[in-house]
């Protein structure tokens, strides 16, 4: 069975710092693994995904993201926080051989931006 | 976007009650889902289906049911409802194993048991 692991239910960071959020997955195959972005009061937004190609995935609003397959991590990065990056974020898995394509979330983190 | 709608997107409702909510996608999505939100616990899997009334059970689906009657529509039903229900209801749709496991979301639905 797959697992998703995000360490820190909340952080708080400085606009202009860097955000970072940590990801950590089980996964018996090859994953995809997905960054998604809840704003308040909405639905889960795409930020990026990583599907074997390149290591290093740039998404929307600055954000990328690194696979590393020692590490089984896929931790999210922005050099620079802005206010509107308040949200919550969930790092999700997907078996890509398993029927159903079934995505499975992580905790999510809730991320506060500090003036 | 996928045009995923969700409605009720609020109910408030007593225990013991049966509650319908409803998934309705423009997109022609072969796979639906219906996942539960909670804090500290992400999103979780409830119910999915593969094609109309193919459906499947996720990782929490005791007290809940569902059925595909159209590829449009994706229905999930409390038939009793309980205090533990209390969530807000994410319906997700995607293209298959064809394509690279991306899931679309709908607004979500927020239900209140009482």
């Known amino acids: 069975a797959q697992s998703v692991t995000q360490l820190g239910s909340h952080v708080s960071v400085s606009e202009g710092a860097l955000v970072l959020l940590r990801c950590n997955y089980s996964?018996?195959?090859?994953?995809?693994l997905f960054w998604y972005v809840q704003y308040p009061n909405q639905g889960l937004q795409l930020l990026l995904k990583y599907t074997s190609a390149a290591t290093l995935v740039k998404g929307i609003n600055g954000f990328e993201a690194e696979f590393k397959k020692s590490e089984t991590s896929f931790h999210l990065t922005k050099p620079s926080a802005h206010m509107s990056d308040a949200a919550e974020y969930f790092c999700?898995?997907?078996?890509?051989?398993?029927?159903?394509?079934?995505?499975?979330f992580g905790g999510g983190t809730r991320v506060l931006v500090k003036p | 976007d996928a045009g995923i709608t969700q409605s009720p997107r609020h109910k408030v409702t007593e225990t013991g009650t049966p509650v319908t909510l409803r998934c309705h996608q423009t997109?022609?999505?072969?796979?639906m889902y219906w996942y539960r939100q909670d804090p500290g616990h992400g999103l979780r899997l409830i119910h999915y289906?593969?094609?109309?009334?193919?459906?499947d059970k996720g990782e929490v689906s005791d007290g809940y049911s569902v059925s595909r009657s159209k590829t449009e529509d994706f229905l999930l039903t409390l038939e009793s409802a309980t205090s533990s229900q209390t969530s807000v209801y994410f319906c997700?749709?995607?293209?298959?194993?064809?394509?690279?496991?991306?899931?679309?979301f709908g607004e979500g639905s927020r239900l209140t048991v009482l």
């Open positions: 997109e022609n999505h072969r796979y």
């Open positions: 289906s593969y094609g109309v009334k193919d459906t």
């Open positions: 996964s018996s195959v090859p994953p995809y």
């Open positions: 999700a898995v997907s078996d890509r051989e398993a029927a159903g394509n079934k995505l499975t």
């Open positions: 997700a749709t995607g293209p298959g194993l064809a394509a690279t496991g991306e899931l679309f």
